[in-house]
């Protein structure tokens, strides 16, 4: 037996040996929700409408180990060139061989583990590893060192060392609208402005639809929703399949966090075929998470771009213009009736019908088997996690972004099955996006069924840090969410109410143009 324990301590050091430098490279995190520094936080409060309290936190303080510093660029094969070195971080031997170059030219680097905590679906870890030389109270030294770097061959960029998303006690400005729907009388709905294909401020959202309130949406890619959306029941964009995503029914009084998947089918001249998205240029697969051969992959890999050259594509009125180019379409009625079949792909969508358009292999098949004055048969089937179908009624609204923070009021974030952790050996991304504080938006719901529109500013160097996804999911259990998910970040982040912006968005021009917004929208007039 005490063979067997002493084999089972062995296997287990093994296997966590990769996460022991988290210890030492993170601080001690608060043990429970109500020990984080949010709730000694300086409170704002204001009262936008009946059953709405708008909070702003201030917290955190600056440190004397918070310092601007350089980090520099990794090759990204074995003996690769160092100036426009591409990636932030890598192998340990390739950030030693930089270590030595940097010395070799006068410089005193050091190299740095980074690590992630645990995930919900991956173990605590060393992620990679990063070089940096360098301590300065003020930005402008690490610029200086930055450009003699350049200078000298290697590449560099200036970083703050407290938004590298491990400390707790960073300053932050978090702010907080929290919504009794029963109270207000209202509801929360998405809105994508006149078209899909085509983005708006949240401010002119909220103006035009006479909103209370609002928060950014989904991510947005060629200037469109990307990820599953549906609104009202209807099927408005393709799944990411697998992803994390929001349903709300009733207009907000039914909310849940869960993962979808979707299964679209169209059936002509007796042949049932899979349509591998709806409302996005063909061949351009934003966050992967597709159908039918995607390359390099079909799971979700947030803001990779995946192509595939044969595709059926559906568009709806709500798209705008359809893109044009070679290929084939179809165009039909409202009830699915082929009005046109085109060797060719750009014709508009008749009011209340839709066109669908082929590429490669694809456009052969439609050009084949599509007929004018047939029918189409267009099928669609929304899966939860579980794999249950979602039925589509006319209160139902899904929006897919991720990843998921809280799940039954336990932080769980899905960052591997989200693609918010990269497949393969290069982790800048997942350094850049996943584990550095970044300005945050975030949807969640309390115990009491109120819901909660959350941004948290960033990139404000002594002001306000921003969070890692970590550290967003930590937030919003400490806020009381019961269920949470992380929506559009870094610039997109924007929280406004009808009478103006009440976060600062991180973009130097201000307020970015979104793809979707959630509106929290009066009671009807009856």
């Not at 075929?273 to 934003?286: F, H």
Request: proline share 7%; glycine share 14%.
């Amino acid at each position: 037996m005490q063979r067997t324990f002493r084999s089972l301590l062995a296997v287990a050091a093994v296997l966590s040996a990769a996460s022991a430098p988290l210890a030492e490279a993170r601080p001690a995190r608060p043990a429970t929700a109500a020990d984080h520094p949010v709730h000694g936080a300086t409170r704002v409060t204001s009262a936008p409408a009946s059953g709405v309290t708008l909070t702003s936190l201030t917290y955190g303080r600056q440190d004397a180990d918070h310092v601007w510093t350089v980090q520099v660029g990794l090759p990204d094969r074995p003996g690769g060139p160092l100036a426009g070195a591409p990636l932030a971080l890598g192998p340990r031997p390739t950030a030693l061989d930089v270590e030595e170059a940097l010395r070799a030219g006068g410089f005193e680097p050091r190299v740095e583990a980074v690590t992630t905590p645990a995930y919900a679906d991956r173990w605590p870890g060393v992620l990679g590893w990063t070089v940096r030389t360098g301590r300065y109270a003020e930005e402008a030294g690490a610029v200086e060192l930055a450009g003699r770097l350049r200078a000298a061959g290697f590449t560099a960029r200036t970083r703050y060392t407290a938004q590298d998303g491990t400390d707790d006690e960073a300053p932050q400005r978090v702010h907080v609208l929290r919504i009794d729907l029963d109270a207000f009388g209202g509801r929360l709905e998405v809105s994508h402005g006149p078209a899909l294909h085509g983005t708006e401020k949240l401010t002119g959202l909220i103006g035009a639809e006479g909103a209370v309130a609002g928060i950014n949406g989904q991510w947005f890619y060629d200037n469109a929703p990307s990820g599953l959306y549906v609104k009202d029941g209807r099927l408005l964009g393709s799944a990411t399949q697998g992803r994390a995503g929001i349903r709300l029914e009733d207009g907000g009084r039914s909310f849940s966090v869960d993962t979808f998947t979707a299964e679209l089918t169209v059936t002509a001249g007796g042949e049932t075929v899979e349509v591998d998205g709806v409302n996005r240029l063909p061949g351009r697969i934003w966050n992967c998470g597709g159908v039918g051969g995607d390359l390099p992959t079909q799971r979700p890999q947030h803001d990779l771009r995946c192509t595939d050259p044969s595709e059926l594509v559906r568009f709806t009125p709500e798209w705008g213009a359809p893109p044009a180019g070679p290929g084939a379409e179809a165009v039909l009625d409202g009830h699915g009736r082929v009005a046109a079949v085109r060797a060719e792909r750009g014709a508009p969508v008749p009011p209340g019908g839709s066109t669908l358009q082929a590429t490669g292999d694809s456009a052969a098949w439609l050009l084949r088997t599509v007929r004018a004055g047939s029918t189409l048969l267009f099928e669609e089937r929304v899966r939860d996690g579980r794999g249950l179908p979602v039925a589509l009624g006319p209160g139902t609204t899904i929006l897919q972004v991720g990843p998921a923070l809280v799940r039954d009021g336990r932080v769980a974030v899905n960052a591997v099955g989200d693609g918010v952790v990269r497949d393969g050996p290069d982790q800048s991304f997942t350094y850049d996006w996943t584990v550095r504080a970044n300005p945050r938006s975030m949807i969640g719901v309390d115990d009491r069924g109120r819901l909660m529109l959350v941004v948290a500013d960033g990139r404000r160097p002594g002001v306000s840090e921003g969070l890692g996804i970590d550290g967003a999911a930590r937030l919003m259990r400490a806020l009381g969410a019961r269920e949470a998910l992380n929506l559009d970040g870094g610039g997109s982040s924007v929280l406004a109410t009808a009478t103006g912006l009440v976060n600062r968005p991180s973009d130097a021009a201000g307020e970015r143009a979104l793809g979707t917004g959630l509106l929290l929208l009066p009671p009807r007039l009856r």
